[in-house]
């Protein structure tokens, strides 16, 4: 089996950073893709920013130049550095990892992290 266990969040005024973390654990073979999603109440989960173990990023619109994922592929850990952080970036901040198992090596699943909560209010 294969945990994801994400650390960060918090409550933070408008203009503050946060930083979030995501390390996975368990039975992997390999992790192509690292990355986080957000689901705001009302909205449809959202990908924020990923990145691929090469280390190519792909990131949301919203939140291009103020976001920052980076990965430490020996740890199987991700980051997101959030800076000049604005009220719509308040929501639940999910991990998500593409991982290879050791005993099903040729198949990639999706493992999701159990979301932390990111609030942005003065």
């Known amino acids: 089996q294969v945990q994801l266990v994400e650390s960060g969040g918090g409550l933070v005024q408008p203009g503050g950073s946060l930083s979030l973390s995501c390390a996975a654990s368990g039975s992997i073979f390999s992790i192509s893709a690292m990355g986080w999603y957000r689901q705001a109440p009302g909205k449809q989960r959202e990908l924020v920013a990923a990145r691929t173990s090469g280390g190519r990023t792909n990131y949301a619109d919203s939140v291009k130049d103020r976001f920052t994922v980076s990965r430490d592929n020996a740890k199987n850990t991700v980051y997101l550095q959030m800076n000049s952080l604005k009220p719509e970036d308040t929501a639940v901040y999910y991990c998500?990892?593409?991982?290879?198992?050791?005993?099903?090596?040729?198949?990639?699943?999706?493992?999701w992290g159990q979301g932390t909560q990111v609030t942005v209010s003065s």
């Open positions: 998500n990892a593409r991982i290879t198992l050791v005993q099903a090596q040729g198949v990639e699943y999706d493992y």
